[in-house]
């Protein structure tokens, strides 16, 4: 069985490895912000580039910040929030001409913002009410996007989640789905392993969920099986040091991780993620879902919770806790009804009769498992 380009060298002259029918244009590249920039000159008039502050020291990404249309964004200070949108929005309706491309070059939270900066500049109220599913919307400015970190799949999904003043929850919509994507997974390379470790960990999350899922499509479910051998391949032989060969291969897990999200569903640990993730502004996504995959080893035995251990563990990375992230026993009455409200997810991993097995009690005996860890 193939899953998709094994090396750097194969990465750069591949096609289609994933089944799903997504909307994004993959240009596997050697020189990502040169193709960027290339590309960009022959299908764009006016673009406008979101870009990680971080990368501002990195050669690589010079040519970026010479650009004269541009918002840095400081992805490591917060994942990005409803107030980040709407602020970049309101610079460029100030501007004379509207741009016709929006670029997020960064991780999963910066793609994230310049998707919704697409779609908020061209309708009228503010992000935070556009956080959800099936809203009526019109369709922004093209999005492009040069991912500096693999794993997330934010490169292909149409969801821009964004932190509100409310809730934590994405602006889902066909509209918000990248265009084109440029994918270099050289220019990880600066990347912290904290950040490598961990978005290949939410990677295959992702990945083995949708495989347990009972709500998700077939060809959703052939893609995270695939993506499920390479996360776990990588997680294996460590992440610690950066390697070209293995970038490439993240980037292939990613774009699955992309594709299987569209038609696929996850399940509990995710759930129980989303919990957390209200009740802490510092928690990382994908920290969350790893201490709560840790708690679900009752659901989650054949190879989640024992994979996820084992990872950890291989990779030379505590197991984190709740606690470091300021979430305790006062979080867990809301945490629990926060995740009550999750029925898809829950519906994907129990099937119809979900309500029978998660049950309040069923939720909160999760998390008094978190909080005592
Ligand atoms: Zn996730």
Sequence with gaps: MSTGPRTAEEFKGASRWWRTKIFTEIIPSGDGVSDL??????????????????????????RLFAQPDRYEFDASASEPRTADADKAVSILRSRKKPPDAIIGAG????MDLAKAVSICLVNPCSSAEYQGYGLDMVRGPDIWVLPTLSGTGAEVTPIAVLRGPEKKLGINNNHTAPSVAVIDPGLSAKARKFNRFYTMMDCFFHHYEITKSSTSDPAAVEDSRDGLVIARELLTCGLTDFDTDRAARSAVAS??????????????????????SNSSPTLPHSVAVTISMLACG???????????????????????????YGIDETH??????????????????????????????????????????
Excluded: C
Aim: glycine share 12%; aromatic share 10%; charged share 25%.
């Design 37 to 62: 920039l290339d590309l960009l000159s022959q299908r764009a008039e006016s673009p406008y580039f979101i870009i990680d502050s971080a990368l501002k020291p990195q050669k690589p990404f010079e």
């Design 107 to 110: 991780g999963g939270g910066t």
């Design 255 to 276: 774009v699955l991780g992309g594709s299987s999200s569209i038609g696929g569903r996850v399940g509990v640990s995710h759930a129980i993620s989303y919990g957390l």
């Design 298 to 324: 009752d659901i989650y035995p054949d190879g989640g919770w024992d994979d996820t251990v084992k990872f950890l563990e291989i990779n030379g990375m505590p197991r984190p806790s709740a606690r470091e």
């Design 332 to 373: 867990i009455e809301l945490m629990t009804k926060t995740a009550l409200g999750m029925e898809k997810l829950w519906l994907s991993h129990f099937g119809p009769d979900w309500r029978r097995t998660v049950t309040h009690d069923f939720v909160e005996d999760i998390y008094k498992r978190i909080v005592a860890a």
